[in-house]
C-alpha cells in the first residue's frame, strides 16, 4: 500500500524554522517525483517544492526560494522540507505528494495527509 507520512509541524514565531519529513512507504521512492505542496486558508492549493526525476532537480516556489530546503534520505525512503526564516504567509497546511512520473504536477498521484505549520508573529 502506497502512504506518505508528514511530521515535524507546530507552532513557530516568525523568523523561526522547522523541518518538515515526509515518510514514503509502497513504492519506489527513487522512480517518483516528490513534491511539497501547501494550502493556506481560503487559497488554493499551490506547490512549494518539487524533486523532479527526469534529472534529479530540486525546484522552489519563488515564495520560498532562499528560505526553504529540500533533502532527501533515499535509504529510509524520506524526504525532507527544512524551513527557516518563516513568516506569517508561510502558514499553511503542508502535504507531502508523490508521482510516478519524472516531474510534479497539481494532480499527484499519492498524497500524505498533510502536517499544519503555523507561524505566528
Known amino acids: 500500500e502506497v502512504q506518505l507520512v508528514e511530521s515535524g509541524g507546530g507552532l513557530v514565531q516568525a523568523g523561526g524554522s522547522l523541518r518538515l519529513s515526509c515518510a514514503a512507504s509502497g513504492f519506489t521512492f527513487d522512480d517518483y517525483a516528490i513534491g511539497w505542496f501547501r494550502q493556506a486558508p481560503g487559497k488554493e492549493r499551490e506547490g512549494v517544492s518539487c524533486?523532479?526525476?527526469?534529472?534529479?532537480?530540486?525546484d522552489y516556489a519563488d515564495s520560498v526560494k532562499g528560505r526553504f530546503t529540500v533533502s532527501t534520505d533515499n535509504a529510509k525512503n524520506t524526504v525532507y522540507l527544512q524551513m527557516n526564516s518563516l513568516k506569517p504567509e508561510d502558514t499553511a497546511v503542508y502535504y507531502c505528494?508523490?508521482?510516478?512520473?519524472?516531474?510534479?504536477?497539481?494532480?499527484?498521484?499519492?498524497w500524505g495527509k498533510g502536517a499544519l505549520v503555523t507561524v505566528s508573529s
Open positions: 505528494a508523490a508521482a510516478s512520473a519524472p516531474i510534479c504536477y497539481y494532480d499527484m498521484e499519492y
Open positions: 524533486i523532479s526525476r527526469s534529472d534529479g532537480r530540486v
